[in-house]
């Protein structure tokens, strides 16, 4: 079977679904691998070294004959269309938010899988693109706000005096979030941690860093491991809750989200007024509504009062070349995962992950959610 690797059409998306080594373990399993033109570039790999793994260098016409197309962005509508009849596409999708794109793979029969949409179990662990993905971003968000900020992380001792460690208010700690707290520790900071789910106090304290107790009331997680959405009245109770650990912060990484829905606003801009000049935030949440008032997707906003809102959070991208190992792993084990030696890869969507990721096949939308 023939798959195709698209170059990403979205400027700032320098990841790559493919790497050169997982298209030479892809050919091992029988597959013929076409890379469009240059699609390696942003995260450092050249055409001649997807020829030297074994694949092809191919234009974006591509598409129309390929059975299989991997990509990390959603792909366009007018894409959608060239493609074959019956074939597969895996990617991000934001099924929830993209209704139109999910009915044009169903228009044209495109059997789609979304990466959002892998069940966060054991077994799929190898293939999760949003733990994959969230642990770089988390990281990423302590190096940006490091380097934003005009103070050092560390505590330092010298004879020209001491200087104390920054305090770091990581909100939200899910992937992201915990790696962002361990990132912050190792750099020498002073972390303190909040989520709404209860069972993230254990893990917070096992890193090092102090989790900021809120009475909000009953709150709770899905079977799946997300969060459930508070009460307007409980988010008002953890609003005031985190208003004063905001303010004795130098640095605040807010990552929380919730599936399916859009992120919860949980730093208002009295929140922000009350902070120190100079204090950076980085909405982790920025490109899908926001967690804090006032940032911007991909760019970043200072206050009046000085403070730095950072939402050009694609930073996936700023390390590109581990974001594309990662991610690309994921794809390549997904296809691995359903590749049988003698038949190939097939679609079956009486297994779990499958049953859970494809959201449109033989003409259908699966789910209800997306229709
Ligand atoms: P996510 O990106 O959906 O959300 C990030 C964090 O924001 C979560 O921890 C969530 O609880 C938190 N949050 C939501 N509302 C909040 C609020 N008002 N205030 C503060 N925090 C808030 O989460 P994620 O990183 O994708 O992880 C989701 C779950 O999946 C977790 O339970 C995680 O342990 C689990 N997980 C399981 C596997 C697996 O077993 N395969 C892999 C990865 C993650």
């Known amino acids: 079977k023939t798959l195709f690797v698209p170059s990403e059409k979205y400027s700032k998306e320098l990841r790559v679904a493919i790497t050169p080594s997982d298209a030479a373990k892809l050919s091992k399993l029988g597959w013929s691998v076409n890379v469009e033109t240059n699609a390696g570039t942003g995260a450092g790999f050249a055409d001649a070294d997807y020829v030297n793994a074994g694949a092809n260098i191919v234009s974006a016409d591509f598409e129309k004959q390929a059975d299989f197309v991997a990509c990390v962005r959603k792909p366009s509508i007018e894409s959608i269309k060239n493609r074959k009849q019956g074939s597969f596409h895996l990617s991000l999708l934001d099924p929830f938010n993209e209704k139109e794109l999910i009915k044009a ?85 002073r972390v303190e941690a909040f989520d709404t789910r209860p069972v993230v106090e254990e893990q917070v304290k096992s890193l090092g860093a102090k989790f900021v107790k809120i009475d909000i009331g009953e709150t709770g997680q899905t079977a799946q491991g997300y969060a459930k959405a508070l009460t307007p009245e409980q988010i008002e109770l953890q609003q005031k809750g985190m208003a004063k650990v905001c303010a004795q912060s130098d640095i605040v990484i807010t990552t929380a989200k919730l599936f399916g829905r859009k992120p919860p606003r949980l730093i208002t801009e009295e929140m922000i007024a009350a902070m120190k000049r100079g204090s950076v935030i980085v909405d982790l949440a920025a490109e899908s509504g926001g967690n804090v008032a006032g940032s911007k997707f991909g760019e970043i906003v200072e206050t009046e009062n000085g403070v730095k809102i950072i939402g050009d959070t694609t930073f996936e991208s700023d390390v590109s070349a581990s974001a594309s190992q990662m991610y690309s792993a994921n794809v390549y084990n997904f296809i691995e995962h359903f590749t049988n030696k003698e038949t190939g890869f097939a679609v079956n969507l009486e297994d779990p992950i499958m049953n859970g990721c494809i959201v449109t096949s033989n003409g259908e939308i699966r789910d209800e959610r997306f229709k």
């Open 105 to 189: 793979f169903a228009d044209n029969n495109v059997t789609a899988a979304s990466f959002e949409m892998i069940p966060r179990s054991t077994i799929a662990q190898k293939m999760d693109v949003l733990s994959s993905q969230a642990n770089l971003a988390g990281y990423y968000s302590v190096l940006k706000a490091a380097t934003t900020i005009n103070k050092i992380m560390p505590m330092m001792m010298t004879p020209a005096g001491t200087i104390s460690p920054l305090k770091v208010f990581v909100i939200g700690v899910g992937v992201a979030g915990l790696q962002a707290i361990a990132t912050a520790k190792r750099l020498g900071a």
